[in-house]
Nanobody, 121 residues
């Protein structure tokens, strides 16, 4: 019973920046972790960045130092600030949330519909 809505995707020139946002709504006790995945044409979906409730973060090596994930727990939102974008960052970006209804552990994962990010050379 969680809906994730992504926003902020679009077309940007190489070297530019975009800020993706994902807002969670619905009925749940808490969200233990949120993450951004991406899938480029002809490639498998990969983890880009993840942030947990303790604010620990993980990044793919390809984006480390360029992307920053942040989370507003009170608003159940997650952001991905993407700087120094490269054409190889072009992909559909998906928001993911690990949702708990009990307050103990994760009950299920929820996915957004995805937002297109296109970086021109």
């Amino acid at each position: 019973q969680v809906q994730l809505v992504e926003s902020g995707g679009g077309l940007v020139q190489a070297g530019g920046s975009l800020r993706l946002s994902c807002a969670a709504s619905g009925t749940f006790f808490s969200i233990n972790a949120m993450a951004w995945y991406r899938q480029a044409p002809g490639k498998q979906r990969e983890l880009v960045a993840r942030i947990i409730s303790g604010r620990r973060t993980n990044y793919a090596d390809s984006v480390k130092g360029r992307f920053t994930i942040s989370r507003d727990n009170t608003k159940n939102t997650v952001h991905l600030q993407m700087n120094s974008l490269k054409p190889e960052d072009t992909a559909v970006y998906y928001c993911n949330a690990a949702v708990s209804n009990s307050g103990y552990g994760t009950d299920f994962n929820s996915w957004g519909q995805g937002t297109q990010v296109t970086v021109s050379s």
